[in-house]
């Protein structure tokens, strides 16, 4: 149980565009999604937290308008980069924690989405 | 505010040797610990949790940890080193209590197994 999915896995894209990045929880109910950055041989760095039918929390440095989070439903959450440059490419990963279940205190994470900006 | 410290980025041991991966960390309330394996462009995989049970933890694949409050320290060992233990470790905390559920992880080890 417990398993989030993340697509696509991969994306390469152009300067400019937007790209949407899907997070599914597969057999729970997400009631918090976060979503994460990670650079090369780094650690993941906390983008947002958003919880099912509200508005974004964004850590701080991290443009709102840029990375646009909906979670409108308590199984998805969305990423979008718009206008997407290089600077951007990174690898994403979502998280989803349920806080009516047993496993509360813990996230469950996708298997990330590697985005090129070309 | 809640910090992780992981001592050595890249750690490097026989197969067969003792795994320990240093794990130090900073909370101002009671902490929820854990350890996470990424191997390479996948996502984490938790490998156990502490949540203020049990103070020795056993997670998957042979994997154990011990939380320490006097010495602030929730290192992670394994007696035997296998060839597929070699990924990216990483320690995370996060306060206790509802609402307060962001965890903070650590700067990752390299853990490789020489054979």
């Known amino acids: 149980g417990a398993v989030v999915s993340q697509h696509p896995s991969r994306v390469i894209c152009k300067s400019g565009t937007s790209v949407k990045i899907e997070c599914r929880s597969l057999d729970f109910q997400a009631t918090t999604m976060f979503w994460y950055r990670q650079f090369p041989k780094q650690s993941l760095m906390l983008m947002a937290t958003?919880?099912?039918?509200?508005?974004?929390?964004?850590e701080q440095g991290v443009e709102k308008d840029k990375f646009l989070i909906n979670h409108a439903s308590l199984t998805l959450s969305t990423l979008t980069v718009t206008s997407a440059h290089p600077e951007d490419s990174s690898f994403y990963i979502c998280?989803?924690?349920?806080?009516?279940?047993?496993?509360?205190?813990?996230?469950?994470f996708g298997p990330g989405t590697r985005l090129t900006v070309l | 505010a809640q910090s992780v410290t992981q001592l050595g980025s890249h750690v490097s041991v026989s197969e067969g040797a003792l795994v320990l991966l240093r794990c130090n960390y900073s909370?101002?309330?009671?902490?929820?610990l854990f350890w996470y394996v990424q191997y390479p462009n996948q996502g984490l995989q938790l490998l156990l949790k502490y949540t203020s049970a049990a103070t020795l933890v056993k997670g998957i694949n042979g994997f154990e940890a011990e939380f320490k409050k006097s010495e602030t320290s929730f290192h992670l060992t394994k007696p035997s080193a296998h060839m597929s233990d070699a990924a990216e470790y990483f320690c995370a905390v996060r306060g206790g209590d509802f609402g307060n559920e962001k965890l903070t992880f650590g700067t990752g080890t390299r853990l490789t197994i020489i054979p």
């Open positions: 958003s919880n099912e039918g509200s508005k974004a929390t964004y």
């Open positions: 998280s989803a924690s349920d806080w009516a279940s047993p496993t509360y205190n813990e996230q469950f």
């Open positions: 909370s101002s309330v009671p902490p929820y």
